[in-house]
Nanobody, 125 residues
Framework: VQLQACGGGLVEAGGSLRLSCAASGGAFRTYTMGWFRQAPGKEREFVAV????????AYVDSVKGRFTISRDNAKNTVYLQMNKLKPEDTAIYYCAARGGLIASQLLDIKTPHYWGQGTQVTVSS
């Protein structure tokens, strides 16, 4: 599976961005999809995950109520809508995929099978 992320950019604090990650080369609807981010000097961290059925999602506490993950299985694409952005959201954002997870195993996305390339998100204060 190849993952291609896009949609990053420079935005002022309080603004919004929508990231997209298009998948190819695999059965997208069978993969649980996630977003991660890595800020300068920090380790990569989990941000959000959506089950292959799109019925279950989970978020890191710092983005709850501001970010929304969704997917369109017909377009082989997962999205991350980011609202009320803060300077501390500045990072390179990565999408990831893992197959074979049931709904109760959502957080196993933290060890994905596939990574996409990153897209830079910069939030100015």
């Amino acid at each position: 599976v190849q993952l291609q992320a896009c949609g990053g950019g420079l935005v002022e604090a309080g603004g919004s961005l929508r990231l997209s990650c298009a998948a190819s080369g695999g059965a997208f609807r069978t993969y649980t999809m996630g977003w991660f981010r890595q800020a300068p000097g920090k380790e990569r961290e989990f941000v959000a995950v959506i089950h292959r059925s799109a019925g279950n999602t989970a978020y890191v506490d710092s983005v709850k109520g501001r970010f929304t993950i969704s997917r369109d299985n017909a377009k082989n694409t997962v999205y991350l809508q980011m609202n009320k952005l803060k300077p501390e959201d500045t990072a390179i954002y990565y999408c990831a995929a893992r197959g074979g997870l049931i709904a109760s195993q959502l957080l196993d996305i933290k060890t994905p099978h596939y990574w996409g390339q990153g897209t830079q998100v910069t939030v100015s204060s």
